[in-house]
């Protein structure tokens, strides 16, 4: 049996596009899978992009993280090209 980084790499070759399906595709609990995936991204064997996903045009009334009455959910005064928060990653195998 091949270990968990051969794995890993083998789950996003055949196709895995999230952390939770390369679990499922290796059988590795998912501390393993992120440890690994942070390797490989280290050794430069997987590419992590951070998707830009900024704030809408419309402020805050337009966010899905908006309050009442189009108040701010992230805790920026208005919308900011620096906001903080979650951050969805790309990850792809690098050939």
Do not use: Q
Request: aromatic share 2%; hydrophobic share 40%; proline share 6%.
């Amino acid at each position: 049996m091949s270990g968990p980084l051969s794995r890993v790499l083998d789950a996003f070759g055949a196709g895995a596009s999230s952390l939770t399906e390369v679990g499922e595709r290796t059988g590795l609990a998912a501390d393993v899978v992120r440890a690994s995936v942070e390797h490989l991204v280290r050794l430069g064997r997987i590419e992590a992009k951070a998707l830009a996903a900024g704030c809408p045009a419309g402020g805050c009334g337009g966010c899905a993280s908006g309050g009442p009455g189009g108040s701010p959910g992230c805790g920026a005064a208005s919308p900011s090209s620096a906001r903080t928060g979650p951050v969805l990653v790309a990850l792809t195998l690098r050939r």
